[in-house]
């Protein structure tokens, strides 16, 4: 008992970093990373923290699933046909249910380009109604940025959109486990979910929840909007678990810092920016020390900083 005392402690206290330098963690599949047990049941890939390459396959996601008892529930497809099946050949090693629901967790490739393997199986795919528009719009674009940089990896890779779409929550009752898939408002992309289990107070967060690589703002994040839907909806949850989109699993502490409290950071240097009379080539330069030694900081951070100053610039 003191062991597994120990080595919750060390999960979820204590930040396992990962690291964008390294291309590839488990040599032996197109997995990034050997799918690890985060609570009994409970089941995460970690993908890469930095972004999709020939190297990880486009596994710079968590791809996660649940064995419930009377079937698998997977969170997230992955990036290609070729990361579905490799996790799929990790889920049978564990266990002979089979696979019963796929859920997308936002309409990125990382999360919807493997539909075409579950599809091929006639296991229903779930998604938000408003993911569900974004693969519409972008998911062609998006399938062939991830055949310049997968080649043949990309191989039987397909646009397939989700069979079942919700707006609110849906609920599943399967097993072992009580699953809420929740829309809980405007956060980092159109349609993004969690994943809450309420009875093991453990949440597949998305991508409402970064902390070991820098999270991106896009075109149409809307930061306030975002801040508002932790403060009131995502923090009220009292996860005591978070499986976020991309990282190792860890705290509510540390998610925090890394997401909600950078986002009112930046928002808070870009505001001083603007009230000393400063513009869009200058806020691209605000301080962001605190969070460089994040993967992806070189990427991102000039981007976001440019794109909070647009948001705010006339609020």
């Given at each position: 008992m003191r062991l597994i005392s120990l080595l919750t402690f060390l999960l979820f206290t204590v930040p396992a970093w990962a690291s964008e330098k390294i291309a590839d963690q488990y040599p032996d599949s197109a997995l990034y990373s050997k799918p690890v047990e985060v609570i009994p049941n409970v089941w995460t890939s970690t993908g890469a923290t930095g972004p999709p390459t020939y190297e990880n396959t486009g596994h710079n996601n968590n791809l996660n699933f649940i064995v419930t008892g009377e079937g698998v529930v997977v969170i997230n497809?992955?990036?290609?046909?070729?990361l579905a099946k490799a996790l799929h050949d990790e889920i049978k090693e564990i266990t002979d249910q089979p696979v019963v629901l796929v859920i997308n967790e936002n309409g990125q490739g990382h999360a919807m380009l493997g539909n075409s393997y579950w599809?091929?199986?006639?296991?229903?795919?779930?998604?938000?109604?408003?993911?569900?528009?974004?693969?519409e719009e972008n998911a062609d674009f998006t399938l062939q940025r991830s055949r310049q940089y997968n080649k043949e990896k990309a191989e039987g890779t397909r646009v397939v959109l989700p069979s079942e779409t919700f707006e609110d929550v849906k609920i599943i009752e399967l097993g072992d486990f009580r699953i809420e898939v929740?829309?809980?408002?405007?956060?980092?992309?159109?349609?993004?979910?969690?994943?809450w289990l309420p009875e093991q107070k453990l949440v597949f967060s998305g991508d409402m929840a970064f902390h070991e690589r820098l999270l991106p703002i896009f075109e149409d994040t809307i930061v306030l909007d975002w801040i508002e839907t932790w403060?009131?909806?995502?923090?009220?949850?009292?996860?005591?678990?978070v499986v976020p989109g991309h990282g190792h699993p860890t705290n509510m502490d540390q998610v925090r810092r890394y997401t909600r409290d950078y986002l009112v950071y930046l928002r808070e240097k870009i505001g001083e920016h603007i009230d000393n009379g400063g513009d869009l080539s200058g806020a691209y330069y605000v301080d962001q020390s605190p969070y460089e030694h994040l993967d992806t900081f070189k990427e991102l951070a000039t981007?976001?900083?440019g794109r909070v100053f647009e948001q705010m610039e006339w609020e």
């Amino acid at each position: 008992m003191r062991l597994i005392s120990l080595l919750t402690f060390l999960l979820f206290t204590v930040p396992a970093w990962a690291s964008e330098k390294i291309a590839d963690q488990y040599p032996d599949s197109a997995l990034y990373s050997k799918p690890v047990e985060v609570i009994p049941n409970v089941w995460t890939s970690t993908g890469a923290t930095g972004p999709p390459t020939y190297e990880n396959t486009g596994h710079n996601n968590n791809l996660n699933f649940i064995v419930t008892g009377e079937g698998v529930v997977v969170i997230n497809a992955g990036a290609a046909y070729i990361l579905a099946k490799a996790l799929h050949d990790e889920i049978k090693e564990i266990t002979d249910q089979p696979v019963v629901l796929v859920i997308n967790e936002n309409g990125q490739g990382h999360a919807m380009l493997g539909n075409s393997y579950w599809a091929d199986l006639g296991v229903p795919i779930l998604a938000h109604i408003d993911a569900y528009r974004e693969m519409e719009e972008n998911a062609d674009f998006t399938l062939q940025r991830s055949r310049q940089y997968n080649k043949e990896k990309a191989e039987g890779t397909r646009v397939v959109l989700p069979s079942e779409t919700f707006e609110d929550v849906k609920i599943i009752e399967l097993g072992d486990f009580r699953i809420e898939v929740l829309y809980l408002g405007p956060a980092h992309s159109p349609g993004d979910v969690q994943v809450w289990l309420p009875e093991q107070k453990l949440v597949f967060s998305g991508d409402m929840a970064f902390h070991e690589r820098l999270l991106p703002i896009f075109e149409d994040t809307i930061v306030l909007d975002w801040i508002e839907t932790w403060e009131n909806e995502f923090e009220k949850l009292g996860a005591v678990y978070v499986v976020p989109g991309h990282g190792h699993p860890t705290n509510m502490d540390q998610v925090r810092r890394y997401t909600r409290d950078y986002l009112v950071y930046l928002r808070e240097k870009i505001g001083e920016h603007i009230d000393n009379g400063g513009d869009l080539s200058g806020a691209y330069y605000v301080d962001q020390s605190p969070y460089e030694h994040l993967d992806t900081f070189k990427e991102l951070a000039t981007r976001n900083a440019g794109r909070v100053f647009e948001q705010m610039e006339w609020e």
